[in-house]
């Protein structure tokens, strides 16, 4: 079956930064797209970034783009998301995604596998 298990999120301040870990276990992920997403209180789920399976294609939100830098360690099984120069609205709950072939990178309903989330918080 598989399971992702995300770890990292935490409580910081404005301009700070958190690194975010997706590890999967119970199956290897190696050649699946991986993706970061993040739902806020009364808000649909939105895409937060990308990786092939490769990590030779990244795509990031608008938003974050030059903030955030997804990554992907194939022998640790685990991807990342490093997280700089946070801001109050990036405070959501991030979800770690997999699948082998989405045909949108940035649609939430095109990925199989997911994990339980884990919260970001982000003072001002």
């Known amino acids: 079956q598989g399971q992702l298990v995300e770890s990292g999120g935490g409580l910081v301040q404005a301009g700070g930064s958190l690194r975010l870990s997706c590890t999967a276990s119970g199956r290897t992920f190696s050649y699946y797209y991986m993706g970061w997403f993040r739902q806020a209180p009364g808000k649909e789920r939105e895409f937060v970034a990308a990786i092939s399976w490769s990590g030779g294609s990244r795509y990031y939100a608008d938003s974050v783009k030059g903030r955030f830098t997804i990554s992907r360690d194939h022998a640790k099984n685990t991807v990342n998301l490093q997280m700089n120069s946070l801001k109050p609205e990036d405070t959501a709950v991030y979800y770690c995604?997999?699948?082998?072939?989405?045909?949108?990178?940035?649609?939430?309903?095109?990925?199989?596998?997911w994990g339980q989330g884990t919260q970001v918080t982000v003072s001002s």
């Open positions: 995604a997999a699948d082998p072939d989405p045909s949108y990178y940035s649609d939430y309903l095109q990925y199989e596998h």
